[in-house]
């Protein structure tokens, strides 16, 4: 006679923070590791007594800036999959403010503290890119690994087994770059996205 034996596995409830346009580009894998509900409206804008009832948050390419009274509420962190190698690249268009300042690229993730890309991080990693590579490439390259470093910590982080070091411990505070900042630098290159990495270096070596 068979016996049947139920999992004792319990199934992990994952909130998935994103902008519409972006889902297809996470959803998926993500669903392996769990029930996910997906929101693209602005967390803070829902009522403050909503309860959540979730194990973990992700961030993805997800604009709007979490208010810190609301992530005190919660009784789960939030980890955001960021394309550069934090502390270097904070804000918007990182890929190309590292590439301009000289700043390593790679990718992070890292826990969502109020902050623009401030929390601590779980992973980070450094990735030599060819000069070669536009910067719409070099996105495509980083977000991957970014990705990488979430799925292959993500049971570590849920579990407490993978804490979170400052930022402060890999080196000091880099600025912050803001959307029109980083529109009025890309405006100087009329190849926007499609603008290859050796282009970038030629252009700053040219204004020092």
């Avoid at 100087?188 to 700053?204: A, D, M, N, R």
Wanted: charged share 20%; net charge positive; proline share 6%.
């Amino acid at each position: 006679m068979a016996t049947r034996i139920r999992s004792q596995v319990r199934v992990r409830r994952i909130l998935l923070l994103t902008r519409q346009e972006s889902v297809t580009e996470i959803l998926a894998p993500l669903t392996k590791f769990g029930e996910v509900t997906v929101m693209t409206d602005d967390l803070n804008e829902i009522r403050p007594n909503k309860k959540f009832n979730f194990d973990i948050g992700v961030s993805y390419s997800y604009a709007p800036i979490i208010h810190r009274h609301l992530l005190d509420q919660m009784s789960f962190k939030i980890v955001n999959v960021h394309p550069t190698f934090l502390p270097f690249g904070r804000g918007i268009y990182p890929i190309l403010w590292a590439a301009v300042k000289g700043y390593p690229q790679g990718a992070s993730i890292h826990q969502i503290d109020g902050g623009i890309d401030t929390g601590p991080i779980y992973a980070r990693e450094e990735i030599l890119l060819d000069d070669s590579n536009t910067l719409e490439q070099c996105r495509a390259i980083l977000i991957s690994r970014a990705k990488f470093l979430l799925f292959y910590n993500f049971n570590s982080i849920i579990d407490g087994k993978l804490l979170p070091i400052n930022q402060n411990a890999f080196g000091p505070p880099q600025q912050y770059r803001s959307r029109n900042e980083g529109l009025q630098l890309l405006s100087k290159f009329p190849k926007k996205w499609e603008t290859t990495l050796k282009e970038i270096q030629e252009f700053v070596t040219k204004i020092q």
